[in-house]
């Protein structure tokens, strides 16, 4: 059974492990080097100051997943837009966490201060991210082209967006 809640301190080095894989294996990110468990501690602590919700999705007594928003950038005119980033533990991709954690934090963005909520997705071939925007309702507002460069090769990021109200 999956239990989608909000994120426990003790989640903390499972959240990093799942997005170390994705730094490491994977273009989802441009990060280059896993951020530390103090690095996520600190990035919990700047989300729940600024009121945007950090989701898990439980699975089985495990956290295989996370989701949270983020002011889309630090400048103080973008107060009212947030930015996604949903991330699956490798293994537990394709049974719906995705889904379940999307749905929920933008359950609560439109409790927050958020107006629109931005997805920048890596353009590695894999439409999975960009499927699961358009599924609830996320449209296509641009493409960065060879914006990123990862593993060798350039990469573009599409911006999707969903306005909330």
């Known amino acids: 059974m999956t239990t989608i809640r909000p994120l426990a301190d003790a989640d903390l080095p499972a ?13 989802a990110t441009f990060d280059l080097t896993p951020p530390s ?8 602590a700047g989300l729940a100051a ?10 089985d007594g495990q956290v295989a997943g996370y989701a949270y928003l983020a002011q889309y950038r630090p400048k103080p005119g973008y107060r009212h837009t947030a930015e996604d980033s949903v991330y699956i533990a490798p293994g537990h991709t394709g049974r719906g966490l995705g889904r379940s954690l999307l749905g929920s934090v933008l359950d609560l963005a439109r409790t927050t201060h958020a107006r629109s909520v931005v997805a920048v997705i890596a353009d590695s071939g ?14 296509e507002a641009g493409r960065l082209k060879g914006v990123g460069f990862k593993h060798g090769r350039w990469i573009d990021t599409v911006l999707f967006q969903l306005h909330l109200g």
Do not use: Q
């Open 50 to 59: 600024a009121g945007m919700p950090f989701l898990v999705a439980e699975l």
């Open 15 to 27: 959240v990093a492990t799942i997005y170390a894989h994705y730094v490491t294996d994977s273009l």
């Open 126 to 139: 894999d439409p999975a991210s960009a499927r699961l925007h358009e599924a609830f309702g996320f449209e």
């Open 37 to 44: 468990l103090e690095e996520w501690r600190a990035k919990a």
